[in-house]
């Protein structure tokens, strides 16, 4: 009688404790650059490397392609012009510690956590990819891709399913970015049965132990984060940089539609244009203003409006035709149409004069 075949071994967790040993050495050798062969051999290179030894700064910067990142982010995001200099700081950081590794000059990788405060639109998600791009071209991560997540995503609901939930995560961000959006919504400290206390202390203990694998961002109001790493130890600790992202002034987001129109290949009629910069202003001041993101939303709806005109014409006038022009030129009465002018708030359900809804 055959002997039964023995049970395959579970394989290992690709985070936390027991993680496999192929990981653990890809993710703590990747980003190295080879030493110069005029420093390899030295035993101690802060002493025997001349001090007037070059490196080859140029190419480094060229071969990364970092500035092209840099020059993307500009490109996409009117204003936060301190967010941009931080942003460009980290990477001068790490673009420097990579020029020195090539002399031997090794020293322990910086911690690249970080915290994004700021109100809803302001562009915490695209700087968060942008840098993850920065970290990859730089070697600070094998992937450099972006994971976005929030509570839900992390936190189970019954016992024994917050670990595999949490796991599954991390196992998808590791060589890149994890963004917890409204990340103090992780943990209730006023409810002591609440499961994301599980989801904090995993997190806890990779971004300590595998920071050279995976960068978090957490994201959030600025006070609601405070209030956050007050309540969990250890967390404020393991963040190198806190970023703040104000909120735009009226000619910033003026620009940001300007931009998305062009994206879209509409544009604002001068009168348009003048109309629409009177709507932000107005709409700035009402409850659940969300920044870019509202400026998104209203494109939306100016763009249903002009849809509507064309159509309403065309059904008053049987046989007229379209010019180009007219498919693409947002007219002022296209603006014109929102409740804000009329004192009411600009929501998705925003009602038009002729009672069709703009969602």
């Keep these: 009688m055959a002997s039964p075949e023995a049970p395959e071994a579970p ?87 990579r020029v020195r590794r090539t002399m031997g000059l090794e020293s322990e990788a910086p911690t690249l956590h970080m915290s994004f405060t700021g109100n809803p639109g302001t562009g915490k998600t695209t700087v968060a990819q942008r840098m993850g791009e920065v970290l990859h071209k730089l070697g600070y991560v094998r992937r450099g891709h972006l994971v976005t997540v ?115 290949n509409y544009r604002f009629s001068p009168d348009a244009e003048k109309a629409f910069q009177d709507y932000l202003s107005r709409r700035m001041e009402q409850p659940r203003f969300a920044n870019g993101r509202s400026v998104r939303n209203a494109l939306d709806r100016l763009r249903m409006r002009h849809a509507n005109r064309l159509w309403k014409a065309a059904s008053e006038e049987q046989g007229r035709k379209v010019t180009k022009s007219d498919l693409v030129t947002i007219q002022a009465e296209d603006v014109m149409k929102s409740r804000v002018f009329e004192g009411g708030e600009d929501t998705e359900e925003d009602t038009d004069d002729d009672g069709a809804e703009s969602r």
Excluded at 18 to 36: F, H, I, N, P
């Design 11 to 97: 394989e290992a967790p690709p985070t936390g404790p027991g993680m496999r040993e192929d990981l653990q050495e890809k993710a703590s050798t990747y980003g190295r650059v080879e030493v110069d062969e005029r420093f390899a051999d030295l035993d101690d290179p802060l002493a025997e490397v001349p001090d007037d030894a070059e490196a080859d700064l140029g190419s480094v910067i060229n071969d990364s392609r970092v500035q092209e990142v840099l020059d993307r982010l500009d490109r996409e995001l009117v204003g936060l012009v301190e967010v941009k200099r931080r942003v460009a700081e980290i990477a001068a950081l790490l673009l420097i510690d």
């Design 150 to 264: 929030s509570r839900d995503d992390l936190v189970g609901q019954y016992v024994g399913h917050t670990a595999p939930k949490t796991r599954e995560v991390l196992k998808r961000a590791m060589g890149g970015v994890l963004f917890i959006d409204e990340a103090y919504h992780l943990y209730r400290v006023d409810n002591e049965r609440d499961y994301g206390q599980e989801t904090v202390e995993m997190l806890l203990q990779v971004m300590e132990n595998q920071r050279s694998d995976l960068v978090v961002i957490m994201a959030g109001y600025a006070d609601r984060m405070n209030r956050f790493f007050s309540d969990v130890p250890g967390l404020s600790s393991r963040i190198g940089h806190h970023i703040d992202f104000p909120d735009f002034e009226v000619d910033e987001l003026m620009g940001i539609g300007q931009l998305m129109v062009a994206q879209q």
